[in-house]
T-cell receptor, first 113, second 110 residues
Framework: GQQLNQSPQSMFIQEGEDVSMNCTSS?????WLWYKQDPGEGPVLLIA?????ELTSNGRLTAQFGITRKDSFLNISASIPSDVGIYFC?????????????FGKGTKLSVKP | SQTIHQWPATLVQPVGSPLSLECTVE??????LYWYRQAAGRGLQLLFY??????ISSEVPQNLSASRPQDRQFILSSKKLLLSDSGFYLC?????????FGSGTRLTVV
């Protein structure tokens, strides 16, 4: 079945540093989504990408839909302690998986003040 | 407005006891609903999804079952819990392209 490879698995950074994480797949996706999960909460949608090559920002977050439609990255600039959590990428292929999202395994971000 | 409710927030149950977790959505009709489990604060494992009343698709064989008795209600159940059923359970609802997640239930089987 379709799978997403998300990396890195975890990151330990200093407050103020920039962060980059990505997702790759052997399959093409029509939509890429990035979610953040705060500890003990459900994931919340951060950014949605709908077109190959699309670059979208949400505050300090920037995400891109890869040209090949098989990858996406998320950057966080000038990290702050509240950026701590697990970040998930998710892909949607309208013709596969019954229209359900495929999730990466997550990137756990820890930020030292 | 559209909202999703999931309860209880935490649950401690003995091995062999039954389980019932409930998820309801408001402000929509005929939603696609999902149950996920998350172990050790890591990946999301899709357990069940439902596209309508009485329609349940199971993604992985397990000790759990799901039911959708009403359009906006999705229930996760077990007749006898195992230690390995411990985890963080999330209900989700397909909103547009993405999903909206509930706040989760932390289940500890002792």
């Amino acid at each position: 079945g379709q799978q997403l490879n998300q990396s890195p698995q975890s990151m330990f950074i200093q407050e103020g540093e920039d962060v980059s994480m990505n997702c790759t797949s052997s399959s093409i996706f029509n939509t890429w989504l990035w979610y953040k999960q705060d500890p003990g909460e459900g994931p919340v949608l951060l950014i949605a990408l709908y077109k190959a090559g699309e670059l979208t920002s949400n505050g300090r977050l920037t995400a891109q839909f890869g040209i090949t439609r098989k990858d996406s990255f998320l950057n966080i600039s000038a990290s702050i302690p509240s950026d701590v959590g697990i970040y998930f990428c998710a892909g949607l292929n309208y013709g596969g998986s019954q229209g359900n999202l495929i999730f990466g395994k997550g990137t756990k971000l820890s930020v030292k003040p | 407005s559209q909202t999703i409710h999931q309860w209880p927030a935490t649950l401690v149950q003995p091995v062999g006891s039954p389980l019932s977790l409930e998820c309801t959505v408001e402000g929509t009709s005929n939603p696609n609903l999902y149950w996920y489990r998350q172990a050790a604060g890591r990946g999301l494992q899709l357990l069940f999804y439902s596209v309508g009343i009485g329609q349940i698709s199971s993604e992985v064989p397990q000790n759990l079952s799901a039911s959708r008795p009403q359009d906006r209600q999705f229930i996760l159940s077990s007749k006898k819990l195992l230690l390995s059923d411990s985890g963080f359970y999330l209900c989700a609802w397909k909103t547009g392209v993405g999903y909206t997640f509930g706040s989760g239930t932390r289940l500890t089987v002792v």
